[in-house]
């Protein structure tokens, strides 16, 4: 068998997406398929902002698999990771590299080992779907190296036993993880309702808040909501099935009014959840409120929604602008309640996409202190300033799906060791 | 006739008690009469420390109905308190005072006007409940003076159309807010469902918590929760009336496991519908989520609930203990994390009932600076206090109803002029 040959290392790097639902997920009604409650709707967000990276590699040599998330060796022995290679493996093909002389047959792939790398390029505790983008890069990457023929909706169904969320990483643009029928979960999968092409004036700016306090993991969170809440029952069976209908029909028309009212709703029905929970789950904090309350008074005042927010298993807001005009007016807003803190630099504060400094006519501290309250603040003469409340903010927009990295200066591993380079 | 005679001032003075809900009222059916859409159950407070109390007098000599609250001219103009005073007028009866030498027939009390004086012994601006107390001691205390001889589950039909909880005030104990059936409103009355006496060992302590935040009235909050919360009318139809009856039960047997679980689960789901409103509404801050943690945290550590807390519409909390040992360990752990801020008095700090410090061993600034980590802090090296973040505490207990004071002294308002003292 040629995988006896040599010491050989094959490799594939890959990119993946992390993705912030609009029609949230809480609650699983099987906990080891990681099967939902009720469906959910998200967003792709641009992998040249928020994305994993992982490279994947087999090699004769290795003796057991090994990750390193982050540059650091972590344990493969959870369930998660071990559905995640077993479903991956069962699925491989034929693999030849003519150039390397490499003959891997489908029966091969149960003996051999893998190494994976993972690497986020953003804080991984900054509570930014860092597992979502990660699952969905294992699972494509380990496809591309195994040669895979299952598509990616049918990834997002292996994706999905890693961490349910991401499955909706498999695809850019607009996205919808089904409920599925049978059994055994293979068609609870992920479902590309439009490309990331199909409304692409959308502009999404994220507060990272400050937080000291340490969260429930969304994995136990969403237990003991299913388990003792009695409002997230009738939220999963009776408004989210309606909400999804209403949702694509607002994506397939990009109507943003109702859009912006349909993610701001859900967003704070989760949270509403997350409160009727016993203990209860507090995942917004202070920080969190007065930036609702900013676009709320905003919205109200313009007559129509300029922005829509929606906040994940954590405090950060996820803002979505109708374009850029109104993202620049939203920054202005932002910078003007949570200015970064005195001392810091305006470049490492506002990440991502920093052109939308210049459009918002921000492009130094000194135009941020010269900021004026927006027009709708009711007394203007009280207003307070919350420098140091938000961590930084990150300007994005709705992006691709996985894609393959071809040059080997990407990948992670060494194409001679296979261990972290 | 009599009242033409002399320029005679005739008084009656009266206390009445706050009211804590234990299970929500949060939404009408009707907005002009204040019919609530579920019922609610409530513990009255211990007058001595959260009371209004409130002087009605009445004269041929007032040219038109006034009111002070707290010692400043406030309008009577609203329609509640128009409401109050008609449906009192409407039921007045025959006075006789053979000292003063004055005689009222039934049918001069529609010429006669009416004057005013109320006061709360706590803040009026700390939300705690003073609406409740000053409706229910004015109805009270109009219903002496014009010898009306409703009882107090009738005149808690009238408090209610002040304010809705003002009913739950017309006795102590523990009480019901009784839906109605009939469309005129008279039968959502307030019945008592035990005595302050029949579980006396339970001790209270309320922490008024800071807050730079303008909150939303609770009278807007509910009209625009009833408009746009999916969870609220699921939760008044199927949730709110088992929850009435177990609580029932626990109040009936005492039993503290169960009143404690339906009593914080129950806030939790109020402050819920309100975060499902849009906008949202958030009344409790961060504050008030780390005193649910705190007692959240405790009572698991415990095996057995060993406090409840209730939030109503802003950030304070009411913790109920179930008797003074437990209370004193309680206040061992609140007076740990939100100590009071360097310089102030211990004796400001805990208002109410000062003999729960000596039984914490707390009676000078320097045993708070030596109080240690709660038994059930998980990494005791990195906590962190929180001095300036309650205002104060207030310990107390449940009190009786409203009651007459006879004691002239006790008046607000001159016996001679009519005016406030």
Known sequence: MAV???????MATARSPTNIAVIKYWGKRDEALILPINESISITLDPDHLSATTTVAVSPSFDRDRMWLNGKEISLDG??????????????????DERKGIQISKGDWERLHVHIASYNNFPTAAGLASSAAGFACLAFSLAKLMNVKEDCGELSAIARQGSGS???SLFGGFVKWTMGNVAD??????VQLASETHWDDLVVIIAVVSSRQKETSSTSGMRESVETSSLLHHRAKEIVP?????????????????????????????????????????????TSHRIINLVERWNRFEGTPQVAYTFDAGPNAVLIAQNRKTASLLLQRL???????PGSELTSYLLGDKSILHESGLQSMKDI???QPPLETKDKTSVQRYAGDVSYFICTKIGRGPT??????????????????
Request: glycine share 8%; hydrophobic share 35%; with cysteine.
């Open 166 to 168: 991401a499955c909706r």
């Open 185 to 190: 979960g293979s068609d609870s999968i992920a």
């Open 79 to 96: 369930g998660r990771f071990q559905s995640c290679l077993r479903e991956i493996r069962r699925r491989a093909g034929d693999v030849e």
């Open 335 to 341: 910078l003007f309640y949570f200015p970064p803190p």
């Open 242 to 286: 309606k909400r999804i209908l209403q949702m694509e029909e607002a994506i397939g028309g990009c109507d943003f009014a109702t859009f912006a009212k349909l993610t701001c709703a859900d967003s704070n029905q989760f949270h509403a959840v997350c409160l009727d929970t016993c203990p209860p789950i507090f995942y917004m904090n202070d």
């Open 4 to 10: 006896e040959k040599g010491q050989w290392v094959l």
């Open 369 to 371: 202190e010269a900021l």
């Open 404 to 421: 393959l990295l071809t040059d080997e200066g990407q990948a992670l591993l060494s194409s001679e060791t296979g261990l972290p380079k």
